[in-house]
């Protein structure tokens, strides 16, 4: 599975969107890109995936780039519970593998 | 509906022990995942089933193995328990379609000492 890269950590506003980056320069044509995230003490939660559209449920929107090297998951309005560590995850069809990297920290101030 | 469930949540161990730990899918889901997450870090691949079957293995010793029963509930097996054991263990259960999200429970603790 293709490596992702994300950076290390971000602050956001309470109430303004949230911008995520993720890098996946390596990823294969049927590569997903999903994006977890993992509240302190809990498992992670999913939240979004996409192949190469872009994707929207109540939780948040995957926007993908045309050449698929680079995807950007945005919280619309972060509220205080969005804290969390977010992981952008790439992995193939086959398999429940997910190879999980450092993910960005995401702390929203009030 | 319930998510996945996992119990124990915490556990502490003794070295040389052993430990199982168990958990629920999500109803429908036939696929279920461990994972290891020590502190600090994020979750490691340790197993995958499906229909008994482990369809997948990360890179851990044969200390480590898991089963998965006819209700697809699962357990994990660790044996001659190590400190570095000491960790977060995730289960996730997902469809068995190609793109299926893995969706995690809450994790069991297991403190070695």
């Known amino acids: 599975d293709a490596k992702t890269t994300q950076p290390p950590s971000m602050d956001c506003a309470e109430g303004r969107a949230a911008n995520l980056p993720c890098n996946h320069s390596?990823?294969?044509?049927?590569?997903?890109v999903y994006w977890y995230r993992q509240i302190h003490s809990q498992g992670p939660q999913y939240i979004i995936h996409g192949l190469k559209n872009n994707e929207t449920n109540e939780m948040a929107s995957l926007i993908i780039t045309e050449d698929r090297k680079s995807s950007t998951l945005i919280l619309p309005h972060a509220t205080l519970r969005d804290t969390a560590v977010y992981y952008c995850i790439v992995k193939g069809a086959a398999g429940n593998k997910l190879t999980f990297g450092g993910g960005t920290r995401v702390l929203v101030k009030p | 509906d319930a998510g996945v469930t996992q119990s124990p949540t915490h556990l502490i161990k003794t070295r040389g022990q052993h430990v199982t730990l168990r958990c629920s899918p999500i109803?429908?889901?036939?696929?279920v995942s461990w994972y290891q997450q020590v502190l600090g870090q994020g979750p490691q691949f340790i197993f995958q089933y499906y229909e008994k079957e482990e369809r997948g293995r990360g890179n851990f010793p044969d200390r480590f193995s898991a089963r998965q029963f006819p209700n697809y509930s699962s357990e994990l097996n660790v044996n001659a328990l190590l400190l570095g054991d000491s960790a977060l263990y995730l289960c996730?259960?997902?469809?068995?379609?190609?793109?299926?999200?893995?969706?995690f429970g809450n994790g069991t603790r297991l403190t070695v000492t």
């Open positions: 390596t990823i294969s044509g049927n590569e997903y």
């Open positions: 996730a259960s997902s469809f068995t379609g190609a793109e299926s999200p893995l969706h």
């Open positions: 109803s429908g889901h036939k696929s």
